[in-house]
């Protein structure tokens, strides 16, 4: 089951490399990104509360986990679509999966779809600080999950 | 006929772009179009060559040393404190303090006088368009005296009410510290009326030069301010190096910043007497590289001619701000009627993050955020501002480009 699972991680990856190998210019690439942070489904209003937001970023980034059946689901949304966009690919790639893959989890698809700048501007669009978080929800849920089963 | 006198140089932006080496570099395969100029500068190559010349022919510590080196060394760093006197037009030299930035600057007075002179229940006052380097320290005075912090609104425009100013100086009113050009909004402040008007009540006035420095011509005896802060790298300099002026009576008065070597007369275990201004203030071996190298910055505005690049700054502004409003749906944020060296604008249903992120892959730089300037952005309910700022070297082909760039770019986002 959990290898399965870690397949699918690594098949969504690779098939968003895949999407992207398409393009040639840097404005298909950024139209696809506005294109899916278009289509990320908004976050209900009740859920955009200060301590659902992540800290450091120049937009607004909010961020809601759910743990269920031992995986962790992800929602977010973002004032700022680019980084709605990325955020998207995230959840696409981590949500759905148990805690330890997400922890394990190495995202090398953000830089093969040249996308790691994005990484390095960190206090300027915080996807770093998003990836941290979803680690962060995934261990908190490991801990939990290890704590009853003890 | 032979002309004896100097005839002036024509202002030739192609010239002066030839003399900023970084301005020749490619950002994703485009030449690079910088408008980031509020933020910092770009360095003239007179500017960098300073800075190794220093270290290829003359390092040393200043002020001590008997050696060659160290008198060329002194004699240099103490040639850009003349230079500095003469930029902002200072009765002395002894006026002039060098410190890291505008933000040292104010903190120096914040701790040395403020902690000396601010009493429970009085009052400093701020603008609404301040930056957070012209905030948090007179928050945390405040705080430490229980003085009271009082805000000058900010209109819709982007000015200071001038009557509401009025109405919040009393007897209470200690300091007056306010910025001369807004960096969020590029607003020019009447500071010269405020500082008058401040010291009609008793106040004393520290100008936030940062922004100003570099687009105004500066006459601190003419303004008549009791302090002025500046970055040496808004004006074509390094980083690393500021300068704080104030009247002679308030530094001579104010108890020491840091207590170190070169800030002192004499030292004994029970007792020390410090040495006579500037140098009471400057604690330790100083930024000497960087602060010999904006007399080279200095040298380098006042041979283009500041006038001049004010002329073309306004010139740019104007053009700029006559483009960007014929933009669908982009309004441009801080209309004062006057106003220099910068525009901010934001697009109906973007985000100001996401213009920044695409204008840089099309090699335009340019800040979005809020500036440093929270409380400001608050005021216009905004979550922050696309800012392009402009210096000498920048070009009306350049505005064009930021122009075509945000057509294009609002098409991929709407
Ligand atoms: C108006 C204003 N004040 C203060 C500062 C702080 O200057 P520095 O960071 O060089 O100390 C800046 C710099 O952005 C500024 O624009």
Redesign the interface.
């Known amino acids: 089951m959990i290898t399965d699972n870690n397949q699918c991680m690594q098949a969504s990856e690779k098939e968003i490399i895949e999407d992207f190998s398409l393009f040639d210019s ?2 298909d690439k ?2 696809y990104i ?1 294109d899916l942070g278009k289509k990320l489904p908004a976050l209900d209003e009740k859920y955009k509360l200060e301590e659902n937001q992540i800290k450091g970023c ?3 980034v909010w961020l809601v986990a759910e743990y269920r059946d031992g995986r962790v689901f992800f929602k977010a949304d973002s ?5 709605k966009g990325l955020v998207s690919m995230l959840i696409r790639v981590l949500s759905g999966h148990s805690p330890d893959e997400i922890i394990n989890a190495k995202l090398g698809f953000i830089g093969e779809i040249g996308m790691r700048t994005h990484l390095a501007q960190t206090r ?2 915080g996807l770093l600080a998003m990836i941290r978080q979803m680690k962060n929800y995934a261990l908190v849920y490991k801990t939990i999950r290890t704590k009853k089963t003890q | 006929m032979t002309v004896s006198s100097p005839i002036s140089p024509v202002f030739d932006v192609y010239a002066i772009r030839q003399a900023f080496p970084i301005l020749g570099r490619m950002v ?1 395969d485009k030449p690079l179009v910088y408008l980031d100029n509020a933020a910092t500068s770009q360095k003239p190559l007179a500017v960098i060559e300073a800075i190794s010349d220093y270290y290829s022919g003359y390092n040393a510590n200043i002020h001590r040393g008997i050696h060659t080196l160290a008198e060329e060394a002194t004699g240099a760093y103490e040639a850009t404190r003349h230079a500095v006197k003469q930029f902002i037009g200072a009765a002395s030299g002894e006026q002039i303090i060098f410190t890291r930035g505008t933000t040292e600057g104010i903190n120096l007075v914040a701790y040395c006088w403020g902690r000396q002179n601010i009493r429970a229940g009085d009052q400093i006052i701020i603008s609404g368009m301040e930056h957070h380097s012209n905030i948090v320290p007179w928050q945390i005075l405040c705080e430490q005296k229980n003085a009271l912090l009082k805000v000058i609104p900010v209109t819709e425009d982007g000015e200071l009410s001038l009557t509401a100013y009025q109405n919040l100086l009393t007897d209470q009113t200690k300091l007056v510290s306010i910025v001369q050009v807004s960096n969020a909004l590029g607003t020019v402040n009447p500071v010269k009326e405020m500082i008058a008007a401040a010291h009609q009540a008793g106040a004393l006035v520290l100008v936030d030069g940062a922004q100003s420095a570099v687009h105004l011509d500066i006459d601190v005896q003419d303004l008549d301010c009791d302090f002025f802060a500046f970055s040496g790298h808004k004006v074509y300099g390094p980083t690393g190096v500021g300068v704080l002026y104030g009247k002679r009576a308030l530094l001579e008065d104010m108890p020491v910043f840091q207590g170190g070597g070169e800030m002192i007369k004499e030292v004994t275990f029970e007792h020390t007497t410090y040495n006579e201004l500037p140098y009471k203030y400057e604690a330790g071996t100083p930024n000497i590289a960087d602060t010999i190298a904006l007399k080279a910055a200095l040298d380098f505005v006042n041979a283009t001619g500041k006038a001049d690049i004010r002329k073309h700054e306004a010139e740019l502004l104007a053009y700029a701000t006559e483009h960007l409003e014929n933009i669908p749906g982009l309004t441009v944020v801080g209309n004062a009627k006057q106003k220099a060296g910068l525009v901010s604008f934001v697009i109906k249903g ?5 213009i ?3 204008l840089d ?1 099309l090699g335009i730089a340019v800040r ?2 809020h500036h440093c300037c929270q409380p400001l952005m608050k005021r216009f309910n905004l ?2 501002t696309v800012r392009a700022s402009f210096a000498m070297y920048n070009t009306k082909q350049e505005v064009d480009k930021l122009i075509a760039g945000l057509h294009k770019i609002i098409k ?2 709407l």
């Open positions: 840097w404005e950024y139209e506005i120049q937009s607004a004032d700022a679509v680019i980084v300027s669009n | 994703k973007t985000h100001p993050q996401d920044g992120i695409l892959n979005t955020g979550p922050g991929m986002l």
